[in-house]
């Protein structure tokens, strides 16, 4: 069980003589926090099976007086007990314990490291601040591809400021500026003593070096909980932390927000841990100073760090360059497609060349959204008639994607909107013209009707959508079909054909050859 990930085996055994992807489970033993993760599977897109999260505060005795504090060394002993035994019950193929700032800086932590191997059977990595650093830029990395700026973990005992360019970690500066400290500080002295003691830590940085004006990625659950509080405070229509982005001055506007407003109004915001409440004024003051000095042009929440960069960094390069929403799009096909034998994902890539006689003019990044609503195209299949349209909607705009922001999700969501019959306008759709411009929820609509009509054609399959094509010509929309299968233009697809040449404003012609 205490296997490390690059030595998994990629497959186990299934269900029916199939082979199932393997169980990795990561323990993270931070300051903070400890938490227990099982992944589905060693690979681009791995599904979580389970997470849970002991907020044991290592770090707070550390912050005091260098070592682990008893009572939160029960803690952390306790929570590493139950799950040494919820991973043996689960069966995991690789497990792997890394611990971070607290144990790593206390006087005790080799003790704490010994009894926890003691009491169970865990191997507790202590990993340096350059392998927790370059974990953390490359969990932003897995969940943000095209990340190009400077990534923040910040944890109970310490920050690590990443800068990240080209799919790689660059320079890395590490400050004793957890969370505790943080709040530590402030219960010392107040909001003065707080900004004095963030002040003369970020004095001695090189921001130029880290690299000035570009985006700010944060990590760690503090600033996680600070994204929640902004998303509750500006009434946002999406509940989903990974890739919400907060404008420059946001984060200036949260210090003066935490400054006046109690810590039961603070309780109350939903999926806001009561745990981190006390830490949230720090966690926004520091947020403010470090992207105030790199004049960030944006701030943008992950929900990947150090866990998700230890999964990445074991897969092999050709995964790793893989589009992680492709990947999970593809996966989903896989799992959810009518005909469960593999196909799905292939008719997914049929579909988008098969639309590809409409849109062949957009842009890649377009092109990559529209991919993954045609792989995505039969995933309400199993709702009922009447509810397939709200299911796509669903599954697209709050499934657990990434590498796709939210302008995204909300065109991916009007995209399987209309594909499963839904018509707009409807009630459903007023939130996204929040997340989305119109010019994109309009093209997505056209998106929909296209995907809609080829899978009626096809009857979801990818032969037939081989062997026929859409096209706009001087005489309209044209579905062209082989002359001995004129039989597929049936009642259904030449509603289909009329609802789609409408929405362009053409005439539907059907072309025999």
Not at 116 to 141: H, K, P, S
Not at 239 to 247: Q, Y
Not at 269 to 278: E, G, K, L, Q
């Amino acid at each position: 069980m205490d296997a490390r990930l690059a030595g998994v085996d990629e497959t186990r055994p299934g269900l029916l003589g199939q082979a199932a992807a393997p169980r990795i489970a990561i323990i993270d033993i931070g300051s903070n926090s400890i938490r227990l993760v099982v992944y589905q599977g060693l690979s681009r897109a791995a599904s979580v099976l389970f997470n849970e999260k002991v907020m044991a505060g290592l770090g707070r005795g550390v912050a005091a007086t260098g070592a682990l504090a008893p009572d939160t060394v029960e803690l952390a002993v306790a929570a590493l007990k139950r799950f040494a035994i919820l991973a043996r019950a689960m069966q995991v193929d690789s497990l792997r314990a890394v611990a971070t700032a607290a144990v790593r800086e206390a006087s005790n932590g080799p003790a704490f490291v010994a009894r926890v191997r003691q009491e169970t059977g865990l191997d507790v990595e202590v990993i340096d601040g350059e392998t927790e650093a370059r974990a953390a830029a490359f969990g932003v990395i897995a969940g943000i591809p095209e990340a190009d700026g400077v990534v923040g973990d910040l944890g109970g005992g310490s920050l690590e400021l990443v800068q990240v360019a080209g799919g790689e970690p660059r320079e890395r500066v590490s400050l004793k500026l957890g969370t505790l400290r943080l709040e530590g500080a402030r219960r010392k002295g107040g909001a003065r003593s707080l900004a004095r003691f963030v002040a003369d830590s970020l004095d001695a940085v090189d921001w130029e070096a880290l690299g000035t004006g570009r985006p700010f990625y944060a990590v760690g659950g503090s600033w996680r909980a600070l994204a929640q509080l902004h998303m509750h405070l500006n009434d946002w229509p999406l509940p989903v932390i990974h890739h919400h982005v907060m404008e420059p001055e946001s984060p200036a506007r949260l210090v003066r927000t935490l400054a006046r407003i109690s810590l039961k109004s603070l309780r109350d915001v939903p999926a806001i841990s009561s745990a981190r409440v006390p830490q949230l004024p720090g966690a926004a003051h520091l947020l403010a100073a470090v992207t105030q000095r790199l004049s960030a042009s944006a701030i943008i929440a992950s929900a990947y760090g150090l866990r998700e960069g230890l999964l990445y960094l074991a897969l092999p390069p050709e995964a790793r360059r893989e589009d992680p929403l492709l990947a999970a799009a593809r996966a989903e096909a896989h799992r959810s497609g009518r005909f469960c034998d593999g196909s799905d994902a292939e008719v997914g890539d049929r579909l988008l060349c098969w639309t590809d006689g409409l849109f062949s003019e957009e842009a890649a990044a377009l092109r990559r959204i529209r991919h993954a609503a045609c792989l995505l195209a039969d995933v309400a299949w199993r709702a009922h008639p009447d509810l397939r349209a709200e299911r796509g909607f669903d599954v697209a705009l709050h499934g657990n994607w990434v590498g796709i922001d939210a302008a995204g999700r909300a065109t991916l969501a009007m995209t399987l909107f209309v594909l499963n019959g839904g018509s707009v306008p409807h009630p459903l759709l007023a939130s996204l013209s929040r997340l989305a411009s119109d010019e994109a929820l309009a093209r997505a609509r056209l998106w929909g009707l296209a995907i809609r009509l080829a899978q009626r054609l096809a009857g979801g399959t990818a032969d037939i959508l081989a062997r026929s094509a859409i096209a706009i010509s001087p005489e309209g929309l044209v579905l062209s079909l082989p002359q001995r299968e004129d039989a597929l233009y049936g009642e259904a697809v030449a509603r289909r054909h009329r609802m789609l040449a409408d929405a362009l404003r053409l005439e539907p012609v059907l072309r025999l050859q």
